[in-house]
Structures are given as C-alpha cells and as structure tokens.
C-alpha cells in the first residue's frame, strides 16, 4: 500500500501499509511520518488508540490482538524489526536480519519474520529465536500466513516459486507438516482461520480460490471468483466462525464466500432457486469434459461488495460489530469503509460507514460518510447494543505464573480467557536478545 509517484517523486496522501489484529478488533496502518492505532469495534466512531511518529515511511507494523505489544519496520532501517510496548512507552527489543524484512506475523506463542529467501520463528515471550528456514523458495512478496491459534501455530508459506506449493509448518514443534500442491500457478494469498483447522489460497491467476484441510492438506472448497480475467488478489480473510471467506484485489468488487457442506443427497433445509441450478449443474457435468465439468462444480460469491475505485491496493476482513456481521476494506487511499452483509440471502452488500484514516479525530468524525442500512441489517439494527461486542478467545495466562522474561513451556497453557487490555498483563518480556534491558522512556 504504497503512497508514492511512479517516478519516485513526491508522495500523495496514501497508506505505507494497513493491517487488521488477530481478532479483527483493531486497525493498525503505516505512514510516510509513522503508524497509527485505530479501535475499530464500533460502527460509526474510528477512534485512534495510539500515534507514532518516531518512525518515518513505516511499511509494517503488526498490533498482537489488544494487547500493547506493538511491531514497526521502516523504510528507513528495512532490515530492522522494533518491538515495542506502545502503552508504556518503550522498545522491548529490536532485531536485524541479513536482508529487507517483507513480511511480520504473530499470534500468542511466535512471531515470524519473513525475508525474500528465508523465514525466523522467534518464541514471543522473550524473543528467542528457536528456528531459521534458510533457502526458502523466492518470495518477493513475503507471503506467508500464520494461525492465531497458539494451541496449533502453523505457518505457511510458498513451496515453489514457479507454481502454487504450500508448505505447512508447525511453529511449536518446529518441523514440517505436510505440502499441499494448491494451485498451477505461483501463490498470491493465503491465510489461516481462527482455529487453524482451514487454509484458503488464491493464485497470480486470481480466478479460483481454494479451501484446504489442516493439517491434512484435503480440498475442502473451490470457489470461483471470476472467469473474464485474471486480477490480482491481494487479501483473503475468514469470518471468526469460519462459515465466509472474503477476498480482495486490484478490481472494484470484493467477493464473499460461503462455506456450505451439502449433504450427501445434495438437499438443503431450505430449497433455493440457486441450489436447485446447482443440482442441475452437478448432474449435467458428469457428461462434460473434466475441465469444464469441474468449472461447473466450484461454488460462485454469496455476497459482494462494489467499490467506488478500481486499481487501489487495499485490505479486507470479516468481523462482528455491534452484534452483526461486517465487512471492513481499508484501502491505500487512506479510507476504511465498513458494510453489512446479510447471512441468509447474501447478496450486494450495504454500505452503512466511510471513515478517513488520516486528519484528527474531529477531522475524521466530520469526513465520516453513513448510509441507511436496508434489509437484512434494517431488521437486525432493531437488536439493542450496550456497547462494543469482541470475541472471547481462551488461551493462557499471559504471566503464566512465571518471573518476566522466563520462557513459558510449550505444554502450559490453562482453559481461562485471556485478558490482554491490560498492559501489566502483556508483554512479559524486557529483555532485548543481549541479555541488556530496553526501558527506556521514549515514545514509540
């Protein structure tokens, strides 16, 4: 999401980079004078939580889920990755690497730093790195993906550069899993859902995108997203229930997936017009070529969303707020635009929220664009919100009963939720990887 001319002079107002938490709670992006932090578990307020500008043209910064732990690369130090503690006001510890950093995930248990041609998996209580996957297939992008289900911290990445390979790999026990063969062509997304039990893929070719079993590696879904041309895929995201998968590209239209297992007879609870075609699809490919019969058999967008530009980089997620389901694009013209989706007949979905990403708090209230919710979300508006509504997802106890900077055993983890509001309870870690402290108290 780069703002900058493409003769490499001045800079328009843009997005250096955007990213969404682990729970789709909060909106981290980079700019050309540092990052911002914006809470996004409201419809009609963005509010700003945290602005940096210690760090010019910041092109990666990565928020662990609502906690105060915090990661920023700039363009100005691209091998350097600073991890600091926004809350308080201080860098945890900051590492280099042999090469430009392309790509920062972290759940609970890792963090993974991904260059060009190799990939470091550190232990995020105390930033010990416990593996490097050196010779890595050339990944120019830094494309990888990583669950945020500590329990099971699989990570992915591409297994070939000429054709759609994914290694499987599992963070906690350090060592592959399996390879699955997703696609003819190189990869151009992929991501994990909230259990980490799927895997969803899209190719350069950007017309088919695919579902997989984790971590057997078993096709699950395939959807097709377009026939007319290839585009460029640039965000794949689950719902936290897993039942859609939504993905964006350089075109004008988002798309959403349903994710439907029909019985063995093929009958739904209730009949549609749309299914019954799809019965007469299914019996009429088994007369037609294998190629067009299995074109006949991938599963079309249940919802989509037309935006007003085409071209702009941007980033999508699923989420929900304020009791029902979202769709949120944030896009590098440095606007986050939110719409209701309808979980029963899908459909165009609405737009009900503009925000701007740059400007104040008062100067983004004031651009804040809303329109008047229909069908679907008129009804469900009717249900009484006292306020913000997340997600409670259990894990372990952040201190895990242990003094800061004691690496937690892999096998403790307790049945509890975890709370990571407050910044006395994450980050545990103090110590940068020389073993000196970093408190200082300077503002990230």
Not at 196 to 216: H, N, Q
Not at 378 to 390: F, I, R
Request: proline letters at 5%; a negative charge.
């Amino acid at each position: 999401m780069e703002g900058e001319d493409a003769a490499g002079g001045a800079r328009r107002p843009g997005l250096g980079c955007a990213s969404f938490n682990q729970d789709s709670t909060s909106l981290a992006v980079g700019t050309k004078t540092g990052y911002r932090l914006f809470s996004v578990t409201t419809v009609d307020r963005l509010e700003c939580i945290h602005e940096s500008a210690e760090s010019p043209d910041v092109y990666i910064v990565e928020r662990l889920f609502s906690s105060s732990l915090v990661v920023v690369v700039s363009q100005a130090m691209p091998r350097r990755m600073n991890v600091y503690h926004f809350k308080k006001g201080t860098e945890i510890c900051n590492y280099s690497y042999s090469n430009t950093i392309l790509a920062v995930r972290l759940n609970r248990q890792r963090l993974i730093v991904c260059l060009e041609e190799s990939v470091y998996i550190h232990n995020i209580k105390d930033m010990k790195l416990l593996k490097t996957l050196l010779n890595t297939p050339p990944n120019p992008s830094g494309l990888c993906a990583l669950s945020i289900n500590h329990s099971n911290s699989y990570l992915a990445y591409p297994g070939s550069a000429t054709i759609g390979e994914i290694i499987i790999y599992d963070a906690n026990n350090l060592n592959t899993v399996t390879m699955i063969p997703a696609h003819d062509s190189p990869l151009a997304a992929i991501t994990f859902n909230a259990s980490g039990t799927k895997l969803a893929s899209a190719s350069e070719r950007g017309t088919v995108i695919r579902v997989f079993s984790i971590p057997e590696g078993l096709r699950l879904f395939e959807f097709r997203r377009g026939m007319k041309r290839y585009v460029n895929i640039s965000s794949l995201s689950f719902s936290p229930d897993a039942q859609f998968l939504c993905a964006s590209s350089n075109t004008e239209t988002v798309h959403i997936f349903k994710l439907e297992q029909h019985g063995p007879s093929g009958e739904e609870e209730t009949p549609t017009w749309s299914a019954y075609m799809g019965k007469m699809f299914t019996a009429a490919s088994s007369y037609l070529p294998a190629q067009v019969s299995g074109m006949m058999s991938q599963d079309r967008a249940f919802a989509t969303v037309r935006l007003h530009t085409a071209g702009q980089k941007n980033v999508c997620t699923l989420a929900t707020i304020q009791k029902l389901p979202r769709l949120l694009v944030a896009s590098s013209n440095g606007q986050l635009f939110i719409y209701n989706i309808d979980p029963q007949d899908g459909g165009e979905c609405t737009l009900v929220q503009t925000h701007r990403l740059f400007g104040s708090d008062e100067d983004r209230d004031e651009a804040g664009v809303s329109a008047a919710p229909q069908s679907y979300a008129a009804t469900a508006a009717t249900v009484p919100t006292s306020g913000p509504v997340s997600a409670t997802l259990t894990g372990y106890s952040e201190d895990g009963g242990v003094s800061k900077g004691e690496v937690i055993p892999e096998h403790e983890f307790a049945a509890g939720p975890v709370c990571l509001d407050d910044e006395t309870e994450f980050p545990p870690i103090n110590r940068c990887r020389d073993g000196s402290r970093r408190d200082k108290s300077r503002r990230p």
